[in-house]
T-cell receptor, first 110, second 115 residues
Framework: QKEVEQNSGPLSVPEGAIASLNCTYS??????FFWYRQYSGKSPELIMF????GDKEDGRFTAQLNKASQYVSLLIRDSQPSDSATYLC??????????FGQGTRLTINP | EPEVTQTPSHQVTQMGQEVILRCVPI?????FYWYRQILGQKVEFLVS????????KSEIFDDQFSVERPDGSNFTLKIRSTKLEDSAMYFC?????????????FGPGTRLTVT
């Protein structure tokens, strides 16, 4: 079982709609969860992180965490073409390293 | 806004040669990291560094790799004898602290091509 799993996509969403990206993790000791955006050929760019069960909102982005289900998601409201990228879920188990998923490729269609 | 910088942006080297990748972390950050991403694959942790010593490393980080903070600003990754499979994007990252509530910020990366 992979430590961090994401659907590789591509996920196609019309402009203005809500994009929903999902991630599951295998280690129940995982403590915090990060969402990064990566444009093709570029480095990961931090969007937000969450470590408590429930929702956390930052602008158009909402992260949701359910530790019982070992599930974390990212919602992007009012999707824009500039949101088209690969979204990386990363997990920290309280140490220093981040464990990344494969990423979900998101395409926003005008 | 402070950012992590890396040089060079692209390095081409021949198999068996040594390369040094350089990074300048964000100035008030205390923890430094190297990650790599082989084309089409996920980002993988290599090593973390704190207080002038390695604090955590992955199984990828074998004896051909080393890290150093040669002065107060630079953080380097040395690959002693490069192999074809070392071709990847190498990302440096830094954070204020360690553990779950500290964000890691990534530099733009160095694309290493081993021929």
């Amino acid at each position: 079982q992979k430590e961090v799993e994401q659907n590789s996509g591509p996920l196609s969403v019309p402009e203005g709609a809500i994009a929903s990206l999902n991630c599951t993790y295998s280690d129940r000791g995982s403590q915090s969860f990060f969402w990064y955006r990566q444009y093709s050929g570029k480095s990961p760019e931090l969007i937000m992180f969450i470590y408590s069960n429930g929702d956390k909102e930052d602008g158009r982005f909402t992260a949701q965490l359910n530790k019982a289900s070992q599930y974390v998601s990212l919602l992007i409201r009012d999707s824009q073409p500039s949101d088209s990228a690969t979204y990386l879920c990363a997990v920290n188990r309280g140490a220093q390293k981040l464990v990344f998923g494969q990423g979900t490729r998101l395409t926003i269609n005008p | 806004e402070p950012e992590v910088t890396q040089t060079p942006s692209h390095q081409v080297t021949q198999m068996g040669q040594e390369v040094i990748l350089r990074c300048v972390p964000i100035s008030n950050h205390l923890y430094f990291y190297w990650y790599r991403q082989i084309l089409g694959q996920k980002v993988e942790f290599l090593v973390s560094f704190y207080n002038n010593e390695i604090s955590e490393k992955s199984e990828i980080f074998d004896d051909q790799f080393s890290v150093e903070r040669p002065d107060g600003s630079n953080f380097t990754l040395k690959i002693r004898s490069t192999k074809l499979e070392d071709s990847a994007m190498y990302f440096c990252a830094s954070s204020e602290g360690a553990g779950g509530t500290y964000e890691q910020y990534f530099g733009p990366g160095t694309r290493l091509t081993v021929t």
